[in-house]
């Protein structure tokens, strides 16, 4: 436990120095252990598991541009993300690891407790087990407060999820290196630094948000109370939850997005160099190789293909208060990769440059550019997943808009408390993984000014 | 309005004589407008829309048996059951219709407000309007109490999900030909009754028990108080709602389910005759061809291809007192055609005749066939889909077991309130349709015997 953040960042560097790291950028055709298939050009592991680089054939997805081809990563099975809570003092801490993941701008980030591939825990690649992973795989102690189903960035992955699970437990837990525990107090400050907490940790906090958050609201007239009443049971909503499903289902009936597997060597619009798949203007991202070596992870070195995003995202959501209560204007989008095809979103979700010639912009994009600084209620850049990402980085934003802004929107948004966030949250493939990290921010946005510098 | 039930009856009577339908079996070769193609044997239609029959291959299914082929329905597109309610003297009513589908064994049954695939209402057949479908379509009048994407039969049907709708209107709706209001007591009582209330109608009406049942319980020592208090707001459930999440989520983890389409002439242990594709043993279902002529469908007469199954089916919950308030036990059942593979099921769902001479039963079918008269809370056999399942009936009971049943179950089943059940609903892909057909069973259980013999 720290009793300051300072002891925490102390403790951080001492674990960056305890280990040794190296990720070095090698031609794809030169990466052990994977190959390129002859026929269809498809990057694959020789053992066949893990995942693998496929195109994409995309139509019908009804956003500003219809249909296109892409690669994509190929991984079906559910991998564990899980967070081990446990109260010390009476107040919930959350178990933490210093991760190296090779695609961390920074190497060495905050990761959940556990983060694991199936074929981490079963053990397919012969490394080390998993630490913890009893605490998440049944038979278990302890008390499960949160587990679903989750998608990742559906614009990179096909069908990929994850799951998403808290456990609370009451036991003595060993205290491995490279592990921590952090209060709930001590995770609000650190989601406002950049790069610092995870993807996979953000994604799981969604799910914690009801431990952070009264459920009975109050709160004063700023920002901070209009957010508080947001989040509390039976919140007054601009629309009831039935309308919600409703909305949720209609873009559901309305999509008519097709996807449907090429080979890779035939994507239109994409080349192959002997280094790199590359999208021919230079948008999106880039299919890239590395070598990596640590020494502390389950295995000592490997390589692998990854995706390097050209720009950084923008993700942002902007927020209304109605009538003293917040609300998130979120959008039920159409997600090239996802599992069911609509997830909700957040308001803007994309890479701005892929719009700089553009005729069609995404929609409120530029009222989140624009915004001054005294609308920004949050902002923090991040990092998307680092096992399977380099160096993505995205722009977190949440923006208030004021109460002259329009409540009538167009049908595929929709405004929406955070205790609404929270009750869909609990259901997996209802809020992408960008929408999770949002609501994270939100949940975990510094309720208690005093505490919070009493801690810090 | 009817203010006796012998006045429906004399209404359905009429509307029965009212119209005139046919339906005949013909060889599979010989429908008009289908064909088998050359190569696989598929059955399509000529305009390649409604449906297809295909074979598939299962794989790692976990069930009494773990492998096999059969031949499937692949009907991708969503359709919509809606229901239209209103209150007539402070009490909501639901718009039901007298439909003729070829597959029930009575021809006649009721059905929802609107019953139509997206062939029907987007006019491929070239039909008359599906009346009152403005009601269902946005931008539409009328508040949504329900609206989700729910499954069909999964062991025949691959990924089918329809839209299940109820919409409440305080508008003057005109009464056409072949509908009429039931208030939901007359519902009540009308589900007792054998082969009346269509599959559609009792799906839509598994998203109306909150329409029907009391949020505050209440309700005395017997079955019907115990069942009443089960259905109340914050019910005492055996495991909170975090705790069933998890066991669903855990469920689709341990899921090793692998489908895949293969062509229909293929399929092992299934034959095709001229007239039909049969089950080697005699078991499971045959697929037949059907010509029909209706003078009040949307086309006078068509072809199609049906699935007819070669035995009763028996769906079932036990339901079990637990500190006076009644759960159903519940299985997390791999669903060979369903989306997500994984839903929540009745504790029995077979055709008890597949296993007659098998070493390995489902679990509990022996509790349910053996049990006596004095347990049966619920008994009536209903047909499903008349649309695509020809004489497909199947046996739907409520046995109640005593205290000393184990509380303690095998993993993939659980117990159950009804309120938990009511809140699963609202999210589709969660209850199969057998589960939303007892849902409403329960839902509609006559909460009030005496006002409703007087409404009989």
Request: net charge negative; proline share 4%.
């Amino acid at each position: 436990m720290f009793s300051h953040l300072s002891e925490f960042h102390a403790w951080l560097a001492q674990r960056r120095r305890a280990n040794a790291y190296h990720v070095a950028e090698v031609p794809l055709d030169r990466l052990t252990n994977w190959y390129s298939d002859e026929t269809t050009g498809n990057l694959l592991h020789r053992s066949g598991r893990f995942f693998s680089v496929q195109g994409l054939d995309v139509a019908g997805a009804g956003r500003e541009v219809d249909a296109w081809q892409q690669p994509i990563i190929v991984q079906p099975e559910h991998g564990i993300l899980g967070m081990l809570v446990k109260e010390f003092g009476g107040r919930p801490h959350f178990l933490v690891q210093a991760k190296m993941e090779p695609g961390n701008v920074n190497l060495v980030q905050v990761s959940p407790t556990v983060q694991a591939t199936r074929s981490n825990y079963t053990g397919v690649h012969g490394g080390k087990a998993v630490p913890y992973l009893d605490y998440f795989v049944a038979p278990r102690g302890g008390r499960v407060l949160f587990d679903a189903l989750q998608s990742e960035q559906a614009s990179w992955f096909l069908a990929k999820r994850n799951r998403n699970m808290l456990v609370q437990t009451e036991e003595d837990v060993p205290l491995l290196d490279d592990f921590c525990w952090l209060s709930a107090d001590q995770i609000a400050a650190l989601l406002h630094q950049d790069n610092l907490i995870n993807m996979d940790t953000r994604t799981v906090l969604s799910g914690a948000v009801a431990v952070r958050r009264s459920a009975s609201g109050g709160g004063g007239d700023d920002f901070r109370g209009a957010l508080a009443r947001s989040a509390a049971v039976g919140a007054r909503a601009h629309h009831d939850f039935a309308e919600l499903l409703s909305w949720f289902t209609e873009a559901k009936g309305h999509c008519t997005l097709t996807r449907r597997l090429i080979p890779l060597s035939s994507v239109r619009g994409w080349s192959r160099t002997d280094r790199v798949v590359q999208h021919d203007d230079g948008q999106h991202f880039t299919v890239l190789g590395v070598d990596v070596t640590a020494t502390n992870r389950e295995v000592g070195g490997w390589s692998q293909p990854m995706f390097a995003p050209r720009s950084e995202g923008v993700i942002a959501y902007l927020a209304r208060r109605i009538d003293g209560v917040v609300h998130l204007l979120v959008q039920a989008r159409v997600e090239t990769g996802a599992f069911d095809r609509v997830e909700m979103a957040p308001t803007v979700q994309c890479q701005p440059e892929n719009y700089r010639s553009a005729t069609t912009r995404p929609l409120f994009l530029q009222e989140v550019l624009d915004a001054p600084a005294g609308r920004i209620r949050f902002e923090a850049v991040h990092s998307e997943e680092g096992g399977r990402f380099y160096h993505a980085t995205s722009r977190y934003l949440i923006v208030e808009v004021g109460e002259d802004f329009p409540l009538d929107v167009p049908p595929r948004y929709a405004w929406l408390t955070v205790r609404q966030l929270m009750d869909f949250v609990r259901f997996g493939s209802h809020l992408n993984v960008e929408a999770r990290s949002l609501l994270t921010f939100l949940g975990f946005y510094d309720t208690d000014a005093d505490r919070l510098a009493a801690v810090v």
